[in-house]
């Protein structure tokens, strides 16, 4: 199993009475692919998929969500990429464009793999992605600061009271995102969720539940991140990056988002402390058909 944690230098948080001061902050990106078949080098499936991950940058800069595949059966790649809703096209095209590249640095012949940033996910396999809901392989990363004993009981009941109320209107939300803010013992609590657009609300909500059964809820901050969804809580709004859109995330909290436009179509193709757990995603025994989906989530004004 290969999963990554880069760590920046150190970052105090100060939370009186709440917390202790943490010594490190997990900010940058987890992957996996463990368990995953390789491919050889200068192989058909390694050309293809050094062809297929370029394309979800440019694209990128003007689709949320994309699903793409390419070649043919038994070299057929299939990537996808999701994006927080908030970010917009330059956070978006910045954070999958540095993605691809990790993610062939980090596992540079397997056959499937992740990798999940503050600001966007990516993934590709041999089998198709598009529609089907996965909660593993699965990484899980927590803020080193505790929470104090005597505080432990009422932070969290907030933060599970919070989480799943965002479990619940997320997967009601046509973007499949939503943010929350909560009040706890003299500080905030923000907390953040996603699916995929391509999950049913029925998925959706199944997903976030798995994930939110891993939550490290005795801690300052954490976050759980699945194929399919991702949710996450901290007592920083800092979590949120570089490129967030305040007045999104305030439109997303507590209310559905704005809806946005998912299309779904079938062209012909072209030529922190860190746990995970991770399952062999089995190969396809047939390809039906020489056409992909594609799934776009365009990105809000």
């Not at 944690?5 to 940058?28: E, G, M, N, Q, R």
């Not at 991950?53 to 689709?63: M, N, R, V, Y």
């Not at 619940?168 to 500080?187: C, K, L």
Request: proline letters at 7%.
């Amino acid at each position: 199993m290969i999963t990554t944690l880069i760590f920046l230098p150190s970052l105090l948080l100060i939370i009186p009475s709440l917390i202790t001061i943490p010594t490190t902050k997990a900010v940058d990106f987890f992957t996996n692919c463990g368990g995953s078949l390789t491919y050889t080098q200068n192989s058909s499936y390694q050309t293809n998929l050094r062809n297929l991950l370029p394309t979800l940058s440019t694209q990128a800069s003007t689709s949320g969500f994309y699903n793409t595949s390419l070649g043919p059966f038994p070299n057929r790649v299939y990537a996808l990429y999701l994006c927080r809703p908030d970010v917009g096209s330059r956070g978006c095209n910045q954070c999958v464009y540095q993605a691809q590249t990790k993610i062939l640095q980090q596992c540079p012949t397997q056959v499937w793999a992740v990798i999940w940033c503050d600001e966007c996910m990516l993934r590709f396999s041999n089998t198709p992605l598009y529609r089907t809901m996965q909660v593993s392989p699965r990484a899980v990363s927590s803020n080193p600061a505790n929470v104090t004993r005597s505080l432990a009981l009422i932070f969290s009941k907030v933060v599970n009271d919070t989480m799943a109320g965002l479990v619940s209107r997320v997967g009601n939300d046509p973007a499949r995102f939503g943010t929350e803010e909560a009040n706890v013992t003299g500080s905030k609590l923000y907390a953040l969720a996603q699916c995929t657009p391509d999950l049913s609300q029925g998925e959706c909500d199944t997903c976030l539940r798995v994930a939110m059964g891993q939550l490290p809820i005795m801690q300052s901050g954490g976050r759980v991140m699945q194929p399919s969804c991702n949710m996450r809580f901290e007592l920083d709004d800092n979590f949120y990056g570089d490129y967030f859109n305040y007045t999104f995330l305030l439109s997303a909290t507590n209310s559905t988002t704005t809806p946005s436009s998912v299309s779904a179509t079938n062209t012909t193709t072209t030529p922190t402390s860190v746990s995970a757990t991770n399952t062999t995603t089995p190969p396809p025994t047939s390809e039906p058909t020489g056409q992909r989906d594609v799934g776009m989530l365009i990105h809000p004004n």
